[in-house]
């Protein structure tokens, strides 16, 4: 009963479980034998074989005018798996080609929770040059794959600038190839990170909370900041 269960789960109906496992266990069998053994109706048991047949889950051969069926591989039920893996790869690929129409030179977005700290790494691709104000590392030890996140930012062509604490000397953030480290004797609860025309605030405390403005002057404004602030941080 368990086995069906989980074949269900898999994709199968409860009938083609039944008739998959009949075969699985006692080996290559005629129609007519696998409905006795199971208590099936012959017609209800060849419609069962044909579905099966379809989804690669049994194969037959004929002998003696007769067709004999065989359980297939199990690993066959990744097949529509894989099949739509394969097609969903190919339509976000496509998907990724539509572009908005730029109507407003302006927008801003909020983002809340713990998937706003993840997001932040989509938000970042094709960035090459971040500039973070106030980084406090709650962010990147927030999530568990944000060294391997960090690393695919890098390989891409991302590098910047980071101000943070002294506090926070020896994070892990501060030793991230391509991306420069000084430090100031204050310290922020909310991060100011400047890219593209982006200005981006996050609190990656309690509630997990991302600000995103796309303003180029705002951007440029707060890049001029950020570079006043920079010659005056320590190393």
């Known amino acids: 009963m368990e086995f069906e269960q989980s074949l269900q789960k898999a994709g199968l109906t409860g009938n083609e479980a039944v008739v998959y496992l009949q075969l699985l266990k006692q080996g290559e069998q005629s129609a007519n034998e696998i409905a006795k053994r199971i208590g099936m109706d012959r017609t209800?048991?060849?419609?069962?074989?044909?579905?099966?047949?379809?989804?690669?889950?049994?194969?037959?051969?004929?002998?003696?005018?007769?067709?004999?069926?065989?359980?297939?591989?199990?690993?066959?039920?990744?097949?529509?798996i894989k099949e739509k893996e394969v097609f969903i790869g190919e339509l976000i690929e496509n998907l990724?080609?539509?572009?908005?129409?730029?109507?407003?030179?302006?927008?801003?977005?909020?983002?809340?929770?713990?998937?706003?700290?993840?997001?932040?790494?989509?938000?970042?691709?094709?960035?090459?040059?971040?500039?973070?104000?106030?980084?406090?590392?709650?962010?990147?030890?927030?999530?568990?794959?944000?060294?391997?996140?960090?690393?695919?930012?890098?390989?891409?062509?991302?590098?910047?600038?980071?101000?943070?604490?002294?506090k926070y000397r020896g994070h892990p953030m501060t030793k991230i190839s391509k991306i420069q480290t000084r430090y100031s004797d204050y310290e922020c609860e909310a991060t100011t990170t400047i890219f593209g025309n982006y200005l981006m605030i996050h609190l990656a405390k309690n509630k997990p909370l991302v600000i995103l403005i796309k303003n180029k002057e705002i951007a440029d404004t707060y890049k001029k900041h950020f570079a006043v602030l920079w010659k005056a941080a320590k190393t």
Do not use: W
Not at 64 to 80: T, V
Not at 121 to 146: H, P, Q, V, W
Not at 152 to 163: D, F, V
């Open 44 to 80: 209800l048991g060849y419609t069962v074989l044909n579905h099966l047949l379809e989804k690669g889950m049994v194969s037959y051969i004929v002998k003696f005018k007769k067709k004999f069926f065989k359980a297939s591989d199990p690993s066959n039920l990744l097949s529509p």
């Open 96 to 166: 990724k080609q539509v572009k908005t129409e730029e109507k407003i030179e302006h927008e801003i977005k909020v983002y809340e929770g713990k998937e706003a700290i993840r997001n932040l790494y989509n938000i970042f691709r094709g960035c090459k040059e971040m500039l973070a104000l106030g980084a406090t590392g709650r962010a990147y030890d927030l999530i568990y794959e944000s060294p391997a996140l960090t690393k695919e930012l890098i390989k891409e062509g991302m590098g910047g600038k980071i101000i943070t604490s002294r």
